[in-house]
């Protein structure tokens, strides 16, 4: 594969090929080629191998350092038929295409896990692993109700999203059964076409030309399901996990929002209870059995509570900063989700489109080739 910079306007540019099987160990490696102008990288062009594994723990690993952006997704691990050449075309397609979306970003880009992926040697990349445990994301426990969140709208549109996909997956998977349950029965013609042939003289030349014309379109038709698959199955599936990346994200900002609510409303509790415990009387308690005077019991009781309300409202103001941050960033990214989005559907249709024009072009002239032969005899 050609990587180039210039042809893209991209200052780093990444390619996913040569799917190479590893039969004695049972994983498939891909090369992995990255072009780039950018100085933080020694060379401007080099390339790796990497597994699926390896693709595996980059989405992980820029998901626990960026919770708040939308993280593209990986295609999902299989367990049988993993050396099938159909599946291993469609897995490097999508392991290209989540790479080629964490280059574009320019955040997700700059991460040194990135970096340490494109360019380190095995050993190296698994010494970085190793030193960069993974750590399993748990929601506060605390009750998340009437959120206003700002994404409200967004949510309410995945929802819909999804049940699009589904629907788009679902014809989508039983066209596909289809078109291939025709060519394998198209495929069974040319052959009785041919004992025909053998006992028909005269009409020998035709049957021969019927089934090779059959055969010729059959072709075309296997093409045409193998671009679908790639073009529009693919895309739909990758879409489909794309919105749950879109909600875990949305979900981890409302665990932001509940941790700065639950802060804020502490802090007004203890405030009440501040207010309170100033303005009642000096009583006797435990304490001032043990030689305490009930002024200094109270004293303490104040001086405790104003530190809790510090401690809670500093954490409150991180809480309330990291969520604008957070916020941020999320806006940002579904607004770049939102434009790619229209430009892969673009691409898709039209690469659709161009599809099924290709395949009903040359089945005419095959058909058209047939008639004037015929014609002809």
Not at 77 to 97: C, E, G, I, S, T
Not at 124 to 147: A, G, H, W, Y
Not at 227 to 254: C, G, M, P, W
Not at 328 to 351: P, Y
Request: net charge negative.
């Amino acid at each position: 594969a050609v990587v180039s910079t210039q042809s893209t306007g991209e200052d780093i540019v990444v390619v996913v090929d040569d799917a190479q099987k590893h039969a004695a160990e049972s994983f498939v490696s891909y090369r992995v080629l990255t072009k780039t102008t950018r100085e933080s990288f020694e060379l401007e062009d080099f390339h790796v191998r990497r597994r699926y594994n390896d693709f595996h723990w980059l989405g992980n690993v820029l998901t626990q350092q960026y919770p708040s952006h939308i993280i593209p997704p990986l295609p999902q691990k299989k367990v049988f038929n993993k050396f099938d050449p159909a599946f291993l075309r469609l897995r490097q397609l999508a392991l290209n295409k989540f790479l080629q979306r964490i280059a574009e970003h320019p955040i997700l880009s700059t991460s040194e896990h990135f970096f340490i992926f494109l360019s380190a040697r095995q050993i190296e990349l698994e010494e970085s692993k190793r030193n960069t445990p993974l750590k399993k994301f748990t929601m506060p426990q605390i009750p998340v109700s009437d959120i206003e969140s700002p994404f409200k709208d967004t949510s309410e549109y995945l929802e819909s999203f999804s049940k699009i996909l589904n629907s788009l997956s679902s014809e989508s998977t039983k066209l596909h059964k289809d078109q291939t349950e025709l060519s394998n029965n198209l495929s069974t013609l040319p052959p009785s076409l041919m004992l025909w042939a053998n006992s028909e003289e005269k009409l020998e030349p035709m049957l021969t030309r019927f089934g090779e014309g059959i055969s010729k379109v059959n072709t075309e038709l296997e093409a045409m399901v193998q671009k679908k698959e790639e073009i529009f199955n693919e895309s739909i599936k990758e879409y489909q996990r794309y919105v749950t990346a879109v909600k875990a994200v949305l979900k981890h900002r409302d665990s932001l929002q509940v941790t700065k609510d639950f802060l804020t409303l502490s802090v007004l509790n203890k405030q009440k209870d501040l207010e309170k415990l100033e303005s009642s009387e000096p009583g006797k308690s435990i304490a001032t059995l043990f030689g305490k005077s009930p002024v200094q019991v109270k004293g303490e009781k104040v001086a405790k509570l104003q530190q809790e309300i510090t401690t809670l409202s500093n954490n409150g103001e991180k809480a309330s900063d990291a969520l604008v941050v957070a916020s941020a960033a999320i806006r940002s990214d579904i607004e770049r989700w939102n434009i790619n989005r229209e430009k892969d559907c673009r691409e898709l249709f039209t690469g659709l489109s161009d599809t099924h024009i290709n395949y009903f072009t040359e089945s005419i002239n095959v058909w058209q080739g047939l008639i004037e032969s015929i014609d002809k005899d």
